[in-house]
């Protein structure tokens, strides 16, 4: 019998949505980010969502879709018009990390909201 062998490749995102310098975009529309792996580590502390411009947190939700590799952010309240905010996902030892303990690179988008 073979060995296992150990999982060295760390978690990328394949999808975000919005997508990566999108405008227009609904301000009630919720952000999210889909994994090439399950991970773990994903809170409101590692995927966050910030007003661009002043550098604000957006106080929000974190929750998996079901079972699969989609994490969903859910602002508390509707977005600004016509703002920029930037997503940030952080990886780490202590943050996302797949479930081998291999963490995500840190990885920041933008978008802009449009008008009300």
């Known amino acids: 019998i073979a060995p296992v062998a150990a999982d060295v490749t760390a978690p990328t995102v394949i999808a975000q949505l919005p ?3 999108a405008t227009v975009v609904s301000q009630t529309r919720n952000i999210t980010a889909t994994f090439s792996e399950a991970v773990t580590g994903v809170r409101g ?5 910030r007003n661009s411009a002043t550098g604000a947190v957006v106080t929000a939700a974190v929750s998996r879709n079901g079972t699969t590799n989609q994490w969903i952010l859910s602002p508390n309240a509707t977005l600004s018009s016509r703002t920029g905010y930037t997503v940030t996902l952080t990886g780490g030892a202590t943050a996302i990390r797949d ?11 933008r978008f802009t909201t449009g008008r009300v």
Not at 45 to 49: G, R, S
Not at 99 to 109: C, F, R, V
């Open 99 to 109: 479930l081998a303990g291999n963490p995500l690179a840190t990885t920041s988008w």
């Open 19 to 21: 997508a990566a310098n």
């Open 45 to 49: 502390t590692t995927f966050t969502l």
